[in-house]
C-alpha cells in the first residue's frame, strides 16, 4: 500500500507518494497559473488549472459540477444567463458564466466526453451570441458620438451603456479559453456558428 499527497499551491501543484514506513517512494511537481489577485484580500484560481497540473480526475469533476450548476441560469431563447450578480440582468455577467463553461468545455474535450462536450458547445455559442449584442461596434456609430472611443467595448446590459474594464476581461478570457480548447483538439474541431439579430454576418469560432 502507497499514499498519495496532492498540494495545491500558489503557482504549482506537488504530488508526493510514500509508503506504510513514511519513506518517499516518488515526487512531481508541476507548475500552473498562479493565484489571481483581482482585489485585496481576494485570491482565485481555476479548478481546471488543478487537473492540468495533476490529471486527478476529482478536479475535473469539480470543474463538470460547477458547469452544471451554471447551465441551470441559462436562458433557452437569449443564450444568457440570468443570475443575482448584477441588479439589472442579463448582462455583462454571461461572459463571466462563460468563463466556467469554457473550461469545463475544455476538459470534457480532452477528456472525450462527447456527450458533455456537446452540451458545452452549444452553452457556450448561445452565450457568446448574447454578448454580440452587448459589444459596441461600428455598427453603432448612429447613436454614438465618438465611436472610435467605444468600438470593441462591453456594455453592462441590454439598457445600460456603462462600459468597464472588467467587462470586456471576462468576455476575452471566456473566448480565449474556448480558444484555447480549439488549439488542443483542432482534428476534432466543431465549428460554431451564430448570427446576430444586430449584425446581419455570420460569425464562426471553433469550439473543440
Not at 67 to 91: M, R
Request: glycine content about 10%.
Amino acid at each position: 500500500m502507497k499514499f498519495l499527497g496532492i498540494d495545491v499551491g500558489t503557482g504549482g501543484t506537488r504530488a508526493l507518494v510514500i509508503d506504510p514506513a513514511g519513506r518517499i517512494v516518488g515526487s512531481a511537481t508541476s507548475e500552473h497559473v498562479p493565484f489571481a489577485t483581482p482585489r485585496p484580500g481576494w485570491a482565485e484560481q481555476d479548478p481546471a488549472d488543478w487537473w492540468r497540473a495533476t490529471g486527478e480526475p476529482l478536479f475535473a469533476d469539480f470543474v463538470f459540477e460547477i458547469g452544471d450548476w451554471v447551465l441551470e441560469y441559462q436562458q433557452e431563447k437569449t443564450g444568457a444567463f440570468i443570475n443575482g450578480h448584477q441588479s439589472d440582468t442579463p448582462g455583462y455577467t454571461t461572459a463571466l458564466y462563460l468563463e466556467g463553461i469554457g473550461a469545463a468545455m475544455r476538459i470534457a474535450a480532452a477528456l472525450t466526453d462527447g456527450a458533455r462536450h456537446k452540451l458545452y458547445v452549444d452553452s457556450f455559442t448561445r452565450g457568446l451570441g448574447f454578448l454580440d449584442r452587448l459589444v459596441i461596434e461600428r455598427r453603432d456609430a448612429s447613436i454614438l458620438p465618438n465611436i472610435e472611443f467605444a468600438v470593441g467595448g462591453l456594455r453592462q446590459s441590454l439598457t445600460s451603456s456603462q462600459i468597464r474594464i472588467d467587462f470586456v476581461e471576462h468576455s476575452l478570457s471566456a473566448i480565449l479559453e474556448a480558444f484555447s480548447c480549439s488549439e488542443e483538439s483542432q482534428a476534432a474541431a466543431t465549428r460554431a456558428t451564430y448570427r446576430s439579430p444586430q449584425s446581419p454576418a455570420k460569425s464562426t469560432i471553433f469550439l473543440q
